[in-house]
């Protein structure tokens, strides 16, 4: 009796261990499984993105307790741009307890009112009674045999107007488009999805490049994929023999605006049909005859250019789609006429010869006594460029342009970004010359870096939310958002030596305070 009453005793003990270890195992899960909240605004959430897994520390206010913050919804082209598919909403909903891209651009910094227009500062003056037609938009040159154009039509002369011609129109001194344009994300889209009617390859530089027509007269450039996203430039590369790469265009133009610079024409991502939309609808002969089908069955074409254009260096489809970036043209020349400046630090372009700057630590102070950089925002305005350029790794800026009609007092056009983002393994403290040299700097820009810098938005985090609104993304491999960060403190620490050397007021020119420069 006493033996079966302790096997009874032991059977219901292990039976209750059992219990507690099975009852343990759930609460874990269901642990697992519940969303975390509290999380500020803007930081990830523990679950996993497109562009990897990142883990998030709550951030806790002075009682322990995670902090909850609100943001009102930002108007801006990541939040409505129509292009994107219904899952990278989703996606972008499931990473972010709210926004990183709108929380930084509802910032202070990036709320400033826009400076005043007076006579002069914008690019074009518009009769706003005059109707689009094809007479005023001089595009007769670019119907083609067969092509159907589209005239847009409204009540208004101005709803005549397509994007592109708005966007056109909207140029002004100080910017190419406001930080808060409605027509950026229209222009986004159609560049994604406006039907090609005619494609021809555009003339001079060193690697090929494609002119694309819409319906709406508008063009953009086209550049094809040539490598994928996790190559790297070899180090033995010359930077004058490097590839341009299409999605460093892209990513050119969203980090551009999230630095504030707005300096670079609108560039989106696109699958192009080689067959449909380049090899049957050009008028382009020689173009044409690049075209082949490879032993892959694969539809191919080189072109004709200085580099690269060669049936060792063919584009191919799969088996005749190819992904490419479309950039938004600026004015004809013949209506807005660009200057072409040499950059004081360019490269030699040389195998073995160095540049003047490379061997002069003080190279600086002659550029400072030398037009255009004597007087205005010109130098600040370069030293803007350098910290973009560095940031993506582009040492090929040899180059810049700026509208002639508004003289030295206007912004640089930062074109051509193909070069950027080769190396995510190596940094290029070469390319930060001019900041080494001169030590100065907008108050603006140096404001914003040291915000992108800060844990709350973290550049590599809004790069990777803002480009994953494109059609091709994701378009950067993430060793090169992780670079970003990296980067940007290189550059903060070079500041901080040339503050701490130079003085405050010596080094960050307040530039809010030279809105009204005089006009040359």
Not at 143 to 154: D, E, I
Not at 183 to 199: D, H, N, Q
Request: aromatic share 10%.
């Amino acid at each position: 009796m006493l033996r079966r009453v302790q096997t009874l005793v032991q059977r219901r003990f292990k039976a209750l261990v059992l219990a507690l270890l099975v009852l343990t195992f759930v609460m874990h899960l269901l642990l697992d499984l519940t969303p975390i909240v509290g999380y500020v605004v803007g930081d990830n959430c523990p679950c996993p993105s497109r562009g990897g897994s990142r883990e998030q520390t709550p951030v806790r206010s002075s009682k322990g307790r995670p902090k909850a913050q609100v943001l009102r919804a930002l108007q801006d082209f990541s939040g409505s741009n129509g292009s994107r598919q219904k899952g990278s909403r989703e996606g972008a909903s499931r990473r972010y307890h709210g926004s990183k891209l709108a929380a930084l651009f509802q910032h202070s910094l990036y709320q400033g009112p826009p400076p005043p227009l007076g006579e002069g500062d914008r690019l074009f003056v518009v009769n706003p009674k005059e109707r689009f037609n094809l007479k005023t938009s001089g595009s007769e040159e670019w119907v083609s045999a067969g092509a159907q154009f589209v005239l847009p039509t409204g009540d208004a002369a101005s709803d005549t107007y397509p994007t592109w011609l708005k966007f056109h129109i909207g140029i002004n001194r100080h910017e190419l488009y406001p930080r808060q344009d409605p027509l950026t994300p229209v222009l986004l889209k159609e560049l994604a999805t406006e039907k090609i009617l005619g494609s021809v390859q555009k003339q001079g530089g060193t690697q090929l490049k494609l002119v694309m027509t819409f319906p709406n007269y508008g063009q953009a450039l086209f550049k094809p994929m040539k490598q994928t996203r996790d190559q790297e430039t070899p180090a033995d590369f010359f930077y004058f023999s490097d590839f341009e790469r299409h999605n460093a265009e892209i990513a050119a133009f969203h980090l551009d605006r999230i630095l504030d610079f707005r300096r670079i024409p609108p560039v989106a991502g696109r699958l192009v049909n080689m067959t449909m939309e380049i090899r049957d609808i050009t008028t382009d002969r020689r173009l044409a005859k690049t075209f082949y089908i490879s032993p892959a069955n694969n539809v191919c074409f080189y072109g004709e250019c200085s580099y690269y254009c060669s049936t060792e260096h063919a584009l191919c489809g799969q088996p005749d789609l190819i992904e490419g970036s479309m950039a938004a043209f600026l004015p004809d020349d013949s209506l807005a006429k660009r200057r072409s400046w040499r950059s004081p630090w360019r490269r030699s372009y040389h195998k073995s010869r160095k540049a003047e700057w490379e061997e002069d630590p003080k190279y600086c102070e002659r550029v400072k006594k030398t037009p255009p950089y004597d007087s205005g925002t010109r130098l600040l305005d370069l030293i803007d460029m350098t910290i973009l350029d560095f940031l993506m790794g582009n040492l090929d800026r040899h180059h810049y342009e700026t509208f002639e009609k508004f003289g030295n007092n206007t912004f640089l056009l930062h074109l051509d970004n193909g070069r950027g983002f080769g190396r995510y393994s190596h940094d290029e403290l070469s390319i930060l010359a001019p900041v080494q040299q001169c030590c100065r700097i907008k108050k603006s820009t140096y404001l914003r870096l040291q915000l992108l810098a800060s844990e709350p938005y973290r550049l590599s985090d809004v790069m990777r939310e803002s480009l994953s609104f494109d059609q091709l993304t994701p378009l950067l491999a993430e060793p090169h958002l992780v670079a970003l960060d990296r980067r940007l403190r290189t550059v903060l620490r070079i500041l901080r030596d040339c503050v701490h050397k130079e003085g405050y007021d010596a080094v960050v020119e307040n530039d809010t305070q030279r809105r009204n420069v005089q006009k040359s």
